[in-house]
């Protein structure tokens, strides 16, 4: 009987394949729904958050930022914006120049690496230069809530505590007991604004024990933290310049960082506790409402509760209803619950954390990693996969960046002796380059926006699309041209870099395997879009094509090494860690004459078998599922999407879990989803139904609405 189940199962899942999608569509709410955050005790790892893209505010089991100290140390809370930066401001200007060490490459060129240093005035740039601007926090927004005794309640007397992230609607019901007495707090984010909405029932209002504070603490220059600083409360200002009956205004001045807080409160007055510190006191009812935007602009404007009600579930119900969708409900094996779980909310907080009109930092907008600034070599794992799941529009919102700033990394590349644009590594706002030991010499992160640019005309094909992109994706293949050498009738990726896998050494390294593939799928991308645009091809692009180093194996010939210069790769373990960014030469990149499937596939069972798992990041499970995917490996993709090792941990609220200094991480549940698009819908060349899961009548994924992988 289970046989003949089976066998009915595959020819399910064949039948809908050939249908384009499942032959009923998939019942989305359901879908949703049943995968909503409850919490039943205090977790603070599974602190919860609304947000838009631009916006995001995470709480805690109170539905607000009540105990942000107790939280410090899981998922903190934090309340970020895209436009909010903060500098410290400094006598000294400093430039790259001043942090600026000449590197020798394989044609005896020498070309300027902004690197991070610690002694002497090149010691003080790069702290300047790394730390401004950081992120700014907000401000808290909390509840007083007091004892029949009048003592402050504290974490451990809430009781009874049932919380719930409704995902569907991006609605936070945050239900808890003080001494026997209920209180209930409902937030959410305005969908385009960067602010939340707030509805406090509870008993305690009418007997004047519950109250509302705004907390405003001052930036924090530091690598990884929740973004705020309290110890310097004379270095800025909170001042409330608008009073109305409804409606209250709190200026905000850091120094050269203006911003303002702009309150709508309905039976309610605020007034000024102390510095930096404003508390809301609602009328002797049982239930009240506010509003709080935040601005870079003093626009006088009420926003209410019930409008933004309206707006939050209208935005949701058309995001998870015009996306694509993937159902797992069907699946006999006893990982797809789980796997679904961490899709359903990879997919939320991918919405709200990473799709902004900026490349998203690795914590997104919960908390500041590496001063709150983004790495363009994270930013495909972050948002390529909205293209991927029929949300092209989420992914275009950061393109414009790249043109904003393309001044910037035609600049970078000039400095060095090259032409077109070198993207920039670890960066802000305005294009500006960090020091860095390593992320000066990554190199990786150049395709990207030729990736991007292709996934969105494959979404819009048109002469828009191309005139919109083209100098981003031209500028981008001048300077890959300009970047490789050409020694021994091969052109060649030469030191100084560093590659994804970066345990190598800056001044060593050539030739790695996943940089090579990368450099070839992005030129061949760069020479399409001249096709496209009725140009003629570009010779020396066709040269670099046709001659392009082959990717280095070992001395049995049978397994890819990581790059031209460490032979070792397989026979010292020293080599065995970080990101086995080797496969990303086919998985991540499409198949192609270059490389090998059976070379590749003996280099993934190397991997699988011997790899320093602990040393590993989020994005590296993703990768090796695509990888295995392609070599038509279906079991060892689901087998390592769901590996039980502590970098691929995926916490109540379903941020990737890294370690104590890194609690959320943000490429891992992007990753995902590429990697679940692509074992599904497939590449290209793909005309297997669920490519990437196996045919043992266990993994009976339904979907619809996703696009193929290149």
Known sequence: MRVIISMLAVAWSIFSFAQGVSVKSIDRFALVTRNNVVLKQVDTLGSLSVGNGEFAFTADVTGLQTFYEEYENGISLGTQSQWAWHSIPTDKKYTLNDVAKLY?????????????????????????????????????????????????????????????????????????????????????????????????????????????NFRFPYGKNCHVCPGYDW??????????????????????????????????????????????????????????????????????????????????????????????????????????????????????????QCAGTLPPQETGLTMNSWYGKFHLEMHWWHAAQFALWNRSYLLARSMPWYTQTLHKAKATAKWQGYTGARWQKMTDPHGNESPSSVGAFIIWQQPHPLYFAELLYRSNPGKETLQQYKDIVFETAEFMTSFVKLRDGKYHLCHPLIPAQEIFKAAETDDPAYELQYWYYGLSIAQEWRKRMGMPEHKTWSAILKDLAPLAKDATGKLYLPNGTTPTAYTDDFFRRDHPAVVGALGFLPANARVDATIMSNTFDEIMNRWQWETTWGWDYPLLAMTAARLNKPEQAIDILLKDVQKNIYLVNGHNYQDTRLRLYLPGNGGLLAAIAMMAAGWDDNTEANPGFPKNGQWNVRWEGLRKMP
């Open 104 to 212: 020798e490459s394989c044609d005896g060129t020498k070309a300027p690496y902004a690197v991070q240093q610690k002694e002497g005035i090149a010691g003080e740039a790069t702290e300047a230069l790394r730390a401004n601007p950081h992120r700014l926090h907000l401000g808290l927004i909390g509840l007083i809530m007091t004892r029949t005794n009048g003592d402050a309640v504290t974490l451990g007397d809430l009781k009874n505590i049932h919380q719930q992230l409704n995902l569907w609607t991006g609605t936070l019901e945050s239900k808890f007991e003080i001494e026997g007495t209920e209180v209930k707090v409902i937030t959410m984010a305005h969908p385009d604004e960067d602010g939340i909405a707030v509805r406090v029932e509870s008993p305690l209002i009418s007997s004047g024990r519950l109250k509302v």
């Open 231 to 352: 110890s310097k409360s004379d270095a800025h200002r909170s001042t409330i310049v608008a009073k109305q009956k409804e409606r209250t205004v709190i200026e905000r001045v850091l120094d050269s960082t203006r911003y303002y807080v702009q309150v709508t409160h309905k039976s309610s007055v605020i007034h000024e506790a102390k510095k930096h510190h404003f508390v809301l006191s609602p009328d002797r009812n049982s239930a009240f409402e506010f509003t709080v935007m935040f601005k870079k602009e003093n626009t006088p404007r009420s926003v209410q509760f019930s409008n933004v009600w309206d707006k939050n579930i209208a935005s949701w119900k058309k995001f998870w209803t015009e996306g694509a969708a993937v159902d797992f409900s069907a699946c006999i094996d006893p990982r797809a619950k789980e796997l679904e779980r961490r899709v359903i909310l990879s997919q939320y907080l991918t919405k709200i």
